[in-house]
């Protein structure tokens, strides 16, 4: 044992499932290592959601360590051909991205727009955007706070955007499966084929 790298060590012992159920196996390390051993390798062209949201790049460290600048476009750009190499022909990424603000200035930073663009132009991935989406959440804590709550010059950061990428313009998809029950407008336009309100009765209000 003690003649094996790092590496090695990983790919040949530590690649037991954290936990299994008869609906699959749950795999728990760094993604980079995972992917590159056995386990990956044998998805190849086999996976039809890679639904990720990486460590955004923040400009305070958090406890499992995230990249910055540079360093950070080139660690997750990296997953771009690899992540496409996993998909089905039909296949989709679809990736959580945060934003990031340059540190002691109320500018937000670049970095989480410059790291979608290198990942999905990245010249191995073929990799297209299908989609963008925001989430939006209005109960995210006051942040940045120096300037939202000391300064007051800006408002809450209160979205992350969520890129749906393929390799391919057509990749498993139908809208009917998140179909939202129609407004109360939309159903009185279906019955009365108009926009216009009903006419209101004599004395009413
Ligand atoms: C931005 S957080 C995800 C936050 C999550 N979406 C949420 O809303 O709570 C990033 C996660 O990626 C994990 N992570 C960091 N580096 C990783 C790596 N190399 N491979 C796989 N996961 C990693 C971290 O442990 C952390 O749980």
Not at 173 to 199: F, I
Request: net charge positive; glycine share 8%; hydrophobic share 35%.
């Amino acid at each position: 044992m003690e003649n094996l790298n790092k590496d090695a060590l990983y790919s040949a012992s530590s690649l037991s499932p954290y936990y299994k159920t008869e609906m699959g196996e749950c795999y728990h390390g760094p993604a980079e290592k995972i992917l590159a051993s056995r386990v990956g390798q044998e998805l190849k062209g086999k996976v039809q959601l890679i639904l990720t949201s990486p460590p955004f790049p923040l400009n305070r460290q958090k406890q499992y360590g995230n990249y910055q600048g540079d360093d950070y476009i080139n660690w997750l750009c990296k997953f771009a051909p690899i992540f496409a190499g996993l998909l089905t022909p039909n296949g989709s990424i679809v990736m959580e991205l945060g934003n990031a603000w340059e540190p002691g200035r109320p500018v937000q930073s670049l970095l989480p727009l410059k790291t979608l663009l290198a990942f999905v132009e990245h010249p191995e991935g073929g990799l297209r955007l299908c989609q963008e989406f925001i989430c939006h959440n209005p109960a995210r804590l006051p942040s940045p706070a120096q300037w939202v709550n000391i300064k007051h010059s800006r408002v809450i950061d209160s979205f992350t955007r969520i890129w749906w990428m393929s390799t391919t313009d057509e990749p498993k998809a139908d809208n009917r499966r998140v179909l939202r029950p129609y407004s109360k407008s939309m159903e009185r336009l279906l019955s009365t084929g108009t926009h216009s309100q009903p006419p209101k009765k004599e004395g009413g209000r």
